[in-house]
T-cell receptor, first 109, second 118 residues
Framework: GQNIDQPTEMTATEGAIVQINCTYQTSGFNGLFWYQQHAGEAPTFLSYNVLDGLEEKGRFSSFLSRSKGYSYLLLKELQMKDSASYLCAVRDENDKIIFGKGTRLHILP | GAVVSQHPSRVICKSGTSVKIECRSLDFQATTMFWYRQFPKQSLMLMATSNEGSKATYEQGVEKDKFLINHASLTLSTLTVTSAHPEDSSFYIC??????????????FGEGSWLTVV
């Protein structure tokens, strides 16, 4: 079956760094997404990893290890506006995107 | 700007009525679109895969007669919630695959539609 796990909630301090982990077990793998979603809004795309390794995009970086079924999203220099839910999603062999339950990130001043 | 547009963004309907939500790909032809539902404080749950010119494929537990999906053209898929009930109140969001995107099969999300059934 499909299973994507990520922590339910995390708290970090403004200006700090936080790493949100995601592990997955899916039927086939065609890439892993990270989305940010503010309450009441549609998800916005952050990153897409297909190959192993780290991809950096400004303050956000995403890492993938396909052999371990593991990814993380790294957020640096946290800002208050980064308070949101972060969704890990895997694209399976049929192009379906299966979402994890999301991690609610709280940023403290 | 948005490459996938959903309409309406918010809709309120009476219990027992039907409501239609549209998902349009603006700059590309989408042979495949996906429909998701998200209840408050929960993640997005895939409801069905919409294929242009053929019947939609529904996920387990999703009633195909209640959630009618039509993908009549390469740029439009519609989700009709029939005989809506208050428990159908949710955030519905679509996504569309661009087969000709630079990244190859990039998937874009619509803005989502809030449905409230009263």
């Amino acid at each position: 079956g499909q299973n994507i796990d990520q922590p339910t909630e995390m708290t970090a301090t403004e200006g700090a760094i936080v790493q949100i982990n995601c592990t997955y077990q899916t039927s086939g793998f065609n890439g892993l997404f990270w989305y940010q979603q503010h309450a009441g809004e549609a998800p916005t795309f952050l990153s897409y990893n297909v190959l192993d390794g780290l991809e950096e995009k400004g303050r956000f970086s995403s890492f993938l290890s396909r052999s371990k079924g593991y990814s993380y999203l790294l957020l640096k220099e946290l800002q208050m506006k980064d308070s949101a839910s972060y969704l890990c999603a895997v694209r399976d062999e049929n192009d379906k995107i299966i979402f994890g339950k999301g991690t609610r990130l709280h940023i403290l001043p | 700007g948005a490459v996938v547009s959903q309409h309406p963004s918010r809709v309120i309907c009476k219990s027992g009525t039907s409501v239609k939500i549209e998902c349009r790909s603006l700059d590309f032809q989408a042979t495949t679109m996906f429909w998701y539902r998200q209840f408050p404080k929960q993640s997005l749950m895939l409801m069905a895969t919409s294929n242009e010119g053929s019947k939609a494929t529904y996920e387990q537990g999703v009633e195909k007669d209640k959630f009618l999906i039509n993908h009549a053209s390469l740029t439009l898929s519609t989700l009709t919630v029939t005989s809506a009930h208050p428990e159908d109140s949710s955030f519905y969001i679509c996504s569309a695959r661009d087969p000709n995107s630079i990244l190859g099969n990039t998937i874009y999300f619509g803005e989502g539609s809030w449905l409230t059934v009263v």
